[in-house]
């Protein structure tokens, strides 16, 4: 009797299939992956006369549907076998996410080695760092030394931005 | 004769002794730090080789491989963490028997029985790369598509993850070869119009991103986590009464290792698993296992390290990659205009032993720092990651923007951290989309010439015993898990 209420509770606490992280991440490849599958018809098409054994859209339309049908048996086979659920993303994971964006808009728009920097210092600082000696070494002294390692040794060009056009100039 | 010459050829070269020295020390510090290792070390150091000849560049990234691998006991002996995927199987006995007081001991035979895996695979490797290269010598396209088809399929059976997902990972690192121009007809695909993409995506960005950034984006959520450190006084070399216990299982799982290691796609991973089970079954001890016992360490560490020798045969008789580490090799023998196959032993049999002599070295260089810097290693696992992972970022950054000197780069590099992430928060292995991006390009390459050379009919593939041979190998590679779960079902 026992067995039986608990199942029946197991199941009521078990969240609709649609919530799920196996729904979820398995949609989204077989959303993804159908997307890709339509650009794929709008790749050029070759002449006979220059077709090297099949035409340059044959073999990704081939691995898309693999990549399905693949996806589809394991969306099966999670209803049999529900995946563990993980556990909630921390805060300081998406931080160091929207530190990538940050990243990316400083070295686009301002300076590639300030955006390290800003970038070392920010992850670094929410990560749980607070001396400051060790914040400046991370995001000062240590991209600096960096950059210029691969600007003497390697003879790397970084792109022009505020701080290396004054090096560079 | 001569062939030993050009293998002791390293030792006279002051310029390969210092870059062994710095490769073999890069190399465990890699293994040593929980996350890094030799696979991503490798993709960061690829851009520094480009100042290097090519011999010494590959020397560079083999000494990182077999110290790396190493490397990896050291964590996992001391913080139950394995510094590589490779040491999984170590913290299951070095760990329990390190919280014994006998750290020292666990160290010592993680130590030897690495050493005499490696040395063991690279005799395996110096007889069997040329004969497998000569083998190659009767392939043709249609030989080369199914090999390449074989080495996709042994995806299925890597460790970690399941077989189905590891194949869709494979499936999308092929995908992400097919990225820009086609390479036979010019026409673009995938590109969505940007002209950065015609040239498609290059190995660096993908490999840095999907190990070194996803790696820093999976720390940034284990901020909390608190290992215990167990102090290491010295590392002991192992007594009579151990070798006694142990040499069978090293010696057993040094050919097991140096075994898998050759079946293209399959690595030290799967050799240290295999092979601690395998020490495990011939045991007198078997209920000892996972509570401390030194045949246990002994199976997983002659395994993993034997798995690297094994992987360069494929790699350099046939092109194919023998793990994801060989994969970040092989590209390096391509950004330095080497082409692995059956010509370069031909060709330069000279550049293939020094490789080979080298790998032998190190394998010496890592058992002596290990022995005896093993205390200082382990110290470095200290550093905060508060600290390590924004300096990896700096320099993922700047080696990734230095080979094509392409923020484009960057900014793939970047979006498959995210996508490795979670790639590996939901069980897909990361192994195979590196193994798939470098394939990609052959798999495709050789089925269009096939077929080219075919009239179009795909049932000649079958007409060519060495390809049919591939594809039935390939049948087994693909079923093969499915038995092995249903045998592990019904135990």
Redesign the interface.
């Given at each position: 009797m026992n067995n039986v209420q608990n199942k029946k509770r197991a199941n009521k606490s078990r969240s609709p299939f649609f919530f799920t992280?196996?729904f979820k991440?398995l949609s989204l490849?077989i959303i993804i992956s159908s997307i890709?599958l339509i650009?794929?018809f709008t790749?050029?098409i070759?002449p006979p006369i220059?077709?090297?054994?099949?035409q340059?859209?044959t073999?990704?339309k081939a691995?898309?549907v693999?990549?399905i049908f693949?996806?589809l048996?394991?969306y099966f086979?999670s209803l049999k076998i529900p995946?563990k659920k993980?556990?909630k993303?921390?805060k300081?994971?998406f931080?160091?996410?929207y530190n990538?964006i940050l990243?990316?808009i400083i070295?686009?728009t301002l300076d590639?080695l300030l955006a390290?920097s800003v970038?070392?210092?920010l992850?670094?600082y929410f990560?749980?760092?607070r001396r400051i000696i060790?914040l400046l070494?991370?995001?000062i002294l240590?991209?600096i030394i960096?950059?210029i390692f691969?600007e003497t040794?390697?003879g790397?060009?970084?792109?022009p931005g505020i701080i290396t056009n004054i090096y560079y100039n | 004769m001569e062939n030993l010459y050009l293998m002791m050829a390293p030792l006279f070269s002051s310029k390969l002794l210092i870059v062994l020295f710095f490769g073999t020390l890069f190399g465990l510090i890699l293994g040593v730090l929980p996350g890094l290792g030799p696979t991503t070390g490798g993709a960061l150091i690829l851009p520094f080789t480009m100042t290097l000849d090519p011999l010494s560049a590959i020397v560079l990234l083999t000494s990182i491989y077999c110290a790396g691998t190493y490397g990896g006991a050291i964590t996992a002996v001391l913080i139950n963490t394995p510094g590589t995927p490779a040491a999984a199987a170590t913290c299951l006995d070095g760990y329990p028997l390190a919280q014994k007081g006998e750290a020292g001991r666990a160290l010592g035979m993680a130590t030897v029985s690495s050493t005499i895996g490696g040395i063991f695979s690279v005799v395996v490797l110096v007889f069997f790369a040329p004969l497998l290269a000569q083998l190659a010598y009767e392939f043709g396209q249609p030989e080369y598509f199914a090999l390449a088809i074989f080495g996709l399929t042994m995806l299925a059976s890597i460790g970690d993850g399941s077989p189905i997902k590891n194949l869709i990972a494979g499936a999308f690192g092929i995908l992400i070869s097919t990225i820009g121009k086609d390479f036979m007809t010019s026409i673009d695909r995938f590109t969505f119009g940007i002209n950065e993409l015609s040239e498609g995506i290059g190995f660096i960005p993908v490999v840095v991103g999907l190990f070194a950034i996803s790696e820093m984006l999976t720390q940034s959520t284990l901020l909390n986590q608190v290992f215990k450190r167990i102090t290491l006084k010295a590392v002991k070399l192992p007594s009579i009464d151990d070798y006694k216990k142990t040499w069978k299982t090293i010696l057993r799982s040094s050919g097991i290792g140096s075994f898998i290691g050759v079946l293209p796609a399959e690595g030290g991973t799967v050799a240290s698993l295999i092979g601690y089970a395998e020490a495990k079954r011939w045991s007198k001890k078997p209920e000892d296992f996972g509570k401390g016992s030194i045949e246990g360490i002994a199976g997983a560490e002659a395994a993993n390290n034997a798995a690297t020798g094994g992987a360069m045969v494929p790699t350099l008789a046939l092109g194919i990659p023998g793990s994801a580490t060989t994969a970040v090799i092989l590209t390096g023998l391509i950004i330095h205009g080497v082409r692995p196959g059956p010509d370069l032993f031909r060709e330069q049999p000279e550049f293939l032993y020094g490789i080979f002599g080298s790998m032998l070295i190190a394998n010496i260089m890592f058992f002596v720092f290990g022995f005896f810097g093993a205390k200082i290693f382990a110290r470095i696992t200290l550093v905060s990651n508060k600290l390590l992972w924004p300096m990896i970022f700096a320099v993922s950054v700047c080696g990734t923007y230095s080979l094509n000197q392409s923020l484009i780069d960057v900014w793939i590099m970047l979006l498959f951290g995210v996508i490795g992430f979670f790639m590996r928060r939901y069980g897909f292995s990361l192994v195979p989309v590196i193994i798939g991006l470098i394939l990609g390009e052959l798999v495709e390459g050789t089925l269009r010439q096939s077929l080219v050379i075919f009239e179009g009919n795909w049932l000649m593939f079958f007409t060519r015993p060495i390809a049919l041979t591939f594809f039935i190998l390939s049948f087994i590679a693909l079923i093969f898990p499915l038995i092995k779960r249903k045998k592990i079902k019904n135990d």
């Open positions: 992280d196996s991440v490849i890709l650009v794929t790749f050029d070759v220059l077709n090297r054994g099949i340059p859209a073999f990704p691995l898309l693999l990549i693949l996806t048996i394991v086979l995946w993980e556990k993303l921390p300081q994971f931080i160091t996410l990538f990243f990316i070295a686009k590639f390290i970038l070392s210092f992850v670094s990560w749980g760092e060790y070494l991370v995001s240590f991209p960096v950059f691969f040794i390697l790397l060009r970084f792109p | -």
